[in-house]
């Protein structure tokens, strides 16, 4: 006969150049390319950290608190990946009507002349992301993955054209490549 556990447990095993610290449900990770934290508050999960693992387990035993409980997994992997190796994103600057101009200032991306317009288009760099443009490319880096893609996503929903034939107006910032690895 099965018996119910009462929750479900994973352990993250810490290689030697990352540092975790606990305080509740705030995590703050620190790697060779930096330091991040995530704040777990309002996630069902309880963290014991020892030395080299990280225990996380479920408050009950629900299917609900199983996917929970692998999202906050992959979530804290990615972390650390992004710490130890970081993540690039190359997006294309596709035009053929308007020459496409794109400047970075402060922390925004301005899309200038994209089909014609006379005011540029913003989109805020999220987070410690770094942007910079290379012959038609936007090549945007980072060690938070999460950060990293909400800005190449921004980017490709701002230069969405709407009530046009998009067989025609083929215009806009595209991904065309994801990668683990920082790219110089």
Request: charge should be positive; aromatic fraction near 8%.
């Amino acid at each position: 006969m099965r018996t119910k556990t009462d929750y479900f447990e994973e352990i993250i095993n810490i290689t030697d150049n990352i540092t975790i610290k606990q305080n509740k449900n705030h995590l703050h990770i620190t790697g060779p390319l930096g330091t991040t934290f995530k704040n777990f508050r309002k996630i069902p999960i309880i963290f014991n950290l020892n030395k080299n693992e990280l225990h996380i387990q479920t408050t009950d035993n629900k299917k609900k608190d199983y996917a929970i409980l692998h999202t906050v997994k992959s979530t804290i992997m990615n972390l650390i990946d992004g710490l130890t190796t970081g993540y690039t994103i190359k997006m294309k600057i596709v035009y053929s009507h308007f020459p496409i101009s794109i400047k970075i200032k402060n922390n925004e991306i301005h899309i200038e002349n994209f089909i014609g317009e006379r005011h540029p288009r913003i989109v805020k760099i999220h987070g410690n992301t770094k942007a910079k443009i290379s012959s038609g490319d936007i090549i945007l880096t980072g060690n938070v993955l999460t950060e990293i893609t909400q800005t190449a996503a921004d980017l490709q929903l701002k230069t969405k054209i709407k009530n046009k034939d998009p067989r025609v107006f083929l215009d806009g910032i595209f991904i065309y490549s994801k990668t683990k690895g920082i790219d110089k």
